[in-house]
């Protein structure tokens, strides 16, 4: 009998604001339980509905410098004029105990996870890298003024660093078109279920 012990995955989530990440996210936990969040560190202002600790760890500027310096970070960016950053403690343990974690962040802050990636051999082969693309920029640009959380100038902001995400696509592994979200979050499903199917996170030598 073929005991498989298998290390947990690290899912990178991206795609430009308002595609619809953190939607899909929510129906796809709903699938996969055992998928754990990384809740990252942010000093953008609370978004009604959003629950410090849940959604973000909600900062200041000066506590976010102060774990900056301590190195607390995996990886952070400066978007949209506010900091955002990925606590190691959020990620590290977990994957050790062989827990799957995932992160939604930002085009620069997977160019960093990569970087630790090609460096850390445990980290390298749990990542996979899923980017979320909208069907169109118009639909997109639909999706955030419904949302209806930022202000005109924030929107123009995000279209505009859309662009500069999509264009990344190829330093993902997968894409995701989120046009009709039940097919998205079916696809993305998909994609985790493969996930737990990769050579390189089995431990051990099973067969001997
Ligand atoms: P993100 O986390 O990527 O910034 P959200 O999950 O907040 O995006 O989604 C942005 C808005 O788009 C929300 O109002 C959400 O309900 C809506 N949305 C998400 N997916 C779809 C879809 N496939 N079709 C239409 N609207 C969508
Ligand atoms: P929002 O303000 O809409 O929640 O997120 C804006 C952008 O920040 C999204 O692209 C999201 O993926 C990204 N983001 C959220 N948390 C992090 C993080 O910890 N690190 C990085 N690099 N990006 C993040």
């Known amino acids: 009998m073929c005991k498989m012990m298998r290390g947990g995955d690290l899912i990178v989530l991206s795609g430009p604001s308002g595609v619809g990440k953190s939607t899909l996210v929510k129906k796809v ?9 990384s809740v990252s560190c942010t000093t953008r202002a609370m978004r009604p509905g959003e629950i410090d600790g849940k ?21 952070e960016a400066r978007i949209f004029r506010h900091r ?44 996979v890298f899923v980017m979320i693309v909208p069907p169109d920029l118009a639909a997109l640009e639909k999706r955030l003024r ?15 660093a859309a662009r500069r995400e999509l264009a ?21 499903d998909k994609i985790l279920a493969v996930c737990r199917m990769r050579t390189a996170i089995v431990q051990g030598d099973p067969f001997v």
């Not at 419904?146 to 505009?160: C, F, N």
């Not at 696509?169 to 696809?187: G, K």
Request: proline share 1%.
């Open 146 to 160: 419904e949302r209806g959380s930022e202000s005109d100038e924030q929107i123009a902001l995000r279209l505009g």
């Open 55 to 75: 959604d973000y760890h909600f900062l200041d500027e000066e506590e976010f410098s102060r774990r900056s310096d301590s190195g607390a970070f995996l990886e």
């Open 84 to 127: 955002y950053g990925t606590l190691k403690s959020e990620v590290l343990e977990r994957l050790r105990a062989g827990r799957s974690v995932l992160l939604d962040i930002d085009l620069q802050g997977a160019k960093q996870i990569r970087a630790v990636a090609d460096a850390d051999r445990e980290i390298g082969a749990a990542a």
């Open 168 to 188: 990344g696509f190829r330093t993902y592994d997968y894409l995701v078109v989120n046009d009709d979200l039940e097919t998205a979050a079916a696809d993305l």
């Open 29 to 37: 936990r709903a699938f996969h339980p055992e998928l754990e969040f």
